[in-house]
Nanobody, 126 residues
Framework: QVQLVESGGGLVQAGGSLRLSCAAS????????IGWFRQAPGKEREGVSC????????NYAESVNGRFTISRDNAKNTVYLQMNSLKPEDTAVYYC???????????????????WGQGTQATVSS
């Protein structure tokens, strides 16, 4: 069964950190660009970050640039999202998904994703 499973969410205070993991099973993760997305209550799902197949190119939403870092360990078939200096507005369910890649650039447009996992909840208290 082909799937991505998110983990690592939790409850932290503002200014704290979380590291999310996205583990792949049933397919070879290094062949795909991967994106992280989030959806807060009452809001649309939005792209947070993405990483290209080889890991040489990354992209970040302006709201998280400089605070979040995406990385991948292809040997472990896993992609990570390190989230530092968290703010209450980062509270959301976070999802990882396979995303398109055009030349060297990955894309983090939710409408380009065809399959979603369960997500992991990250809650930042003020």
């Amino acid at each position: 069964q082909v799937q991505l499973v998110e983990s690592g969410g939790g409850l932290v205070q503002a200014g704290g950190s979380l590291r999310l993991s996205c583990a792949a099973s049933g397919f070879t993760l290094p062949l795909y660009a991967i994106g992280w997305f989030r959806q807060a209550p009452g809001k649309e799902r939005e792209g947070v970050s993405c990483i290209s197949r080889g890991g040489t190119s990354t992209n970040y939403a302006e709201s998280v640039n400089g605070r979040f870092t995406i990385s991948r360990d292809n040997a472990k078939n896993t992609v990570y999202l390190q989230m530092n200096s968290l703010k209450p507005e980062d509270t959301a369910v976070y999802y990882c998904a396979v995303t398109p890649q055009s030349q060297a650039m990955c894309m983090m447009t939710p409408s380009s994703v065809t399959s979603w996992g369960q997500g992991t909840q990250a809650t930042v208290s003020s």
